[in-house]
């Protein structure tokens, strides 16, 4: 789904665009997302893992833009993604399709500037858009930044898998997972 470009303002004043992520976009997406598995140790993927081509990245940026319940959100400087959300189902199954799930990542140098808080503003707000129940996030147990930023959005720890990522280094990490009620009352 396509949605209206916003701008958007960090804590020390910069502005910048967030708008749907488009075809065009297929090489920046995936430098950003390059960059950002190897700057972040809280992301599954390391960068080798970033296999798509850019045609394969066009082709799953198609499926974001046609579907109802599903966006990919960018914010960008020049011709950089800078920061990404995107939101899609848990499963299509009956008994899972009122779930939602999200991704959030910010390039390093812009951590702590708000913008992660801005993508997670506009991730809920599409979620509950689209009619979803529940919107999740699966988060490192140690990643303590993230867990603040999710908490601070009402969203409240449902269980941890323990050991849930090995990292090169031959260290385990817990997963927890993170959701938040979307229910209009
Ligand atoms: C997690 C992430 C999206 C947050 O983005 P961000 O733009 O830095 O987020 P914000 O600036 O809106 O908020 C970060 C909050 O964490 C706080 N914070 C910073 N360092 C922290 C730390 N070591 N421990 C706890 N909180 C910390 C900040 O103070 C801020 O809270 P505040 O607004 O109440 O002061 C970003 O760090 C990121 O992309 N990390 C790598 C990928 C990742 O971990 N993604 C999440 C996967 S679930």
């Known amino acids: 789904m396509r949605v209206i470009e916003q701008k958007i303002s960090t804590k020390r004043g910069g502005e910048y665009i967030l708008r749907t992520i488009m075809k065009e976009d297929a090489e920046a997406v995936l430098n950003f997302r390059r960059d950002v598995a190897g700057e972040s140790p809280f992301l599954i993927r390391y960068p080798y893992e970033i296999e798509n081509s850019i045609d394969k990245e066009k082709e799953v940026i198609g499926n974001y833009l046609r579907a109802e319940h599903l966006v990919m959100l960018g914010i960008i400087d020049g011709d950089r993604v800078i920061g990404l959300t995107s939101v899609s189902p848990v499963g ?52 303590a930044r993230a867990l603040r930023l999710y908490k601070k959005k009402g969203f409240i720890e449902c269980g941890q898998i323990p050991q849930a990522f090995k990292t090169m280094d031959g260290k385990y990490h817990d997963e927890v997972i993170m959701s938040k009620n979307l229910w209009k009352h």
């Open 92 to 143: 299509l199954a009956f008994k899972t399709r009122h779930r939602a799930t999200a991704e959030l990542v910010v390039r390093k140098e812009f951590w702590n500037l708000g913008l992660g808080a801005h993508l997670l503003d506009i991730a809920v707000k599409h979620a509950e858009d689209f009619g979803y129940e529940r919107l999740e996030l699966n988060v490192f147990a140690d990643n």
